[in-house]
């Protein structure tokens, strides 16, 4: 990788503004004003919703859910015909028992014909186009409503308040790499979020003295990425001899934490971390706070859980599925996310009412496909239990029902003839001998869109999640 980058122009630094008025004006504004009137009623209704209790939270959703129900029967086409074919009227659907008479939706469901899905007053609701990222498997196109958006960052605002991260307070965030002319640049700055955008072109060991520095300099409150952009980050810095930032807040999210990941951000980059569970089609939305569980924002979502034939450490396991509240673009009602959970509760830790959910992998897919059943791979948390940290870097890769590829980057005191063996036969262990195993070196493994390092690539698993259909 390069290290040569400049400094742009536009920097933090007070006299920066000084010689920009403008970008001081934009520095001083209430990001509430700036969000708009839609985030300030919003942002507003989650400072009170938070203290309601389990009746208020029932309320509210079946409220939310009888009139997205009779929208969706009165303009969506897939909606129409499905009310006509079983000869019944929005109206009909009266409770919750109800409810799950209404069809799953597939991500297939709306690839197909996003058309179907989609409000006859879709400009009404000022629908707009937006799509998954594509890490995982196949890029899904569909639209969601302006207040969507306004709703979804009004909940990313809740709770950044709740872990202890205020408007205006310093932030820095890991991007992906930045493009065309700016792919040089070290960093970008945005005076509205007061935030720093760091060009993930740079996060090895030759430039992390470089971002040690500027994020040193700009002294942010909390630092907000992907959970595997960050340990990169502290692994480079480990290697300079750089020593830890220990920021207050630490934020990850669309990424699978597991133990090894957390260990060297917690060593390296702070120990307070804290995780949302989510996806772009906004059907799921889970916060974790302090009391270590996730709780769903049931005022943006409803989810439920619907049986699957998959087993986790001998645990039944469920499909979760999600159905957005507040999107009247494109309503999409009881909608498969492609992830798993044990359970949805309540929290035995805290006093906020809003359930907990405890989702079991599916975000990476990171699920292996057997002749014996699926199986949940974690050999990276394998290894840390045994107390391994190296290899710098690995990936398992199925290949085929019999097949594993162990990719890895090589540590500087990795021995082959002493190594290989252990790491094979930990990985044996942790997929119960199940697959032949082979084993690549490489200089790096490649990342996915939106700078992530996949741990496990299993085509067969993405697509057994994809195609489990009850």
Not at 7 to 25: D, M, N, T, V
Not at 70 to 83: C, D, E, G, L, M
Request: glycine letters at 6%; hydrophobic letters at 40%.
């Amino acid at each position: 990788m390069s290290e040569h980058f400049r400094y742009p122009k536009e920097s933090f630094e007070w006299q920066s503004f000084a010689r920009q008025p403008w970008r001081l004006r934009w520095r001083l504004r209430s990001i509430p004003n700036h969000f708009g009137p839609e985030f300030q009623e919003f942002y507003a209704l989650l400072g009170k919703s938070l203290y309601w209790n389990a009746e208020e939270i029932a309320n509210y959703q079946w409220r939310k859910i009888a009139a997205l129900i009779a929208h969706a029967a009165k303009t969506v086409p897939f909606y129409q015909r499905w009310f006509a074919e079983q000869k019944i009227s929005a109206g009909d659907i009266r409770n919750w028992v109800d409810f799950q008479k209404l069809p799953v939706i597939y991500r297939s469901d709306i690839d197909q014909n996003l058309a179907d899905f989609t409000s006859s007053e879709f400009k009404l609701h000022r629908g707009s186009p937006a799509s998954t990222s594509g890490s995982s498997g196949r890029v899904l196109k569909f639209y969601r409503s302006w207040n969507t958006e306004s709703f979804r960052r009004a909940v990313l605002w809740r709770h950044f308040n709740q872990i202890g991260y205020r408007f205006k307070e310093p932030r820095v965030s890991l991007n992906v790499a930045f493009v065309d002319a700016e792919a040089d640049l070290l960093y970008k700055y945005d005076p509205i979020d007061n935030l720093v955008m760091i060009n993930g072109r740079f996060l090895h060991a030759s430039t992390a003295k470089a971002i040690h520095d500027l994020i040193k300099r700009f002294k942010p409150v909390m630092f907000y990425a992907h959970p595997v952009a960050l340990a990169t980050l502290g692994k480079a810095m480990e290697e300079v001899n750089l020593p830890p930032l220990n920021l207050p807040v630490i934020y990850v999210y669309s990424e699978v934490l597991n133990q090894a990941t957390l260990k060297i951000i917690r060593r390296q980059i702070g120990v307070n971390i804290f995780d949302h569970f989510g996806n772009r089609e906004n059907t799921i939305s889970a916060s974790q706070l302090h009391c270590g569980n996730y709780h769903i924002n049931s005022e943006f979502v409803y989810m439920e859980l619907t049986p699957s034939p998959n087993q986790f450490e001998g645990q039944p396991l469920h499909r979760v599925l999600g159905t957005n509240l507040i999107n009247y673009a494109m309503p999409t009602i009881r909608y498969d996310c492609g992830d798993l959970a044990s359970e949805i509760s309540q929290c035995s830790k805290c006093k906020i009412a809003h359930p907990t959910i405890r989702f079991i992998g599916g975000r990476d897919k990171n699920f292996l496909v057997s002749k014996h059943g699926l199986l949940h791979c974690q050999f990276d948390d394998f290894l840390h239990k045994h107390g391994i940290e190296m290899p710098d870097d690995i990936q398992i890769e199925q290949v085929d029902i019999e097949t594993l590829i162990l990719r890895m980057v090589a540590g500087h005191d990795y021995v082959l003839e002493r190594d290989e063996p252990i790491l094979l036969g930990h990985l044996r262990d942790a997929t119960k001998g199940w697959f032949n195993i082979r084993v690549e070196y490489v200089d790096a493994i490649q990342q996915t869109p939106g700078f992530k390092k996949s741990k496990v690539v299993s085509r067969l698993g993405a697509e057994n999640l994809e195609s489990t259909k009850e």
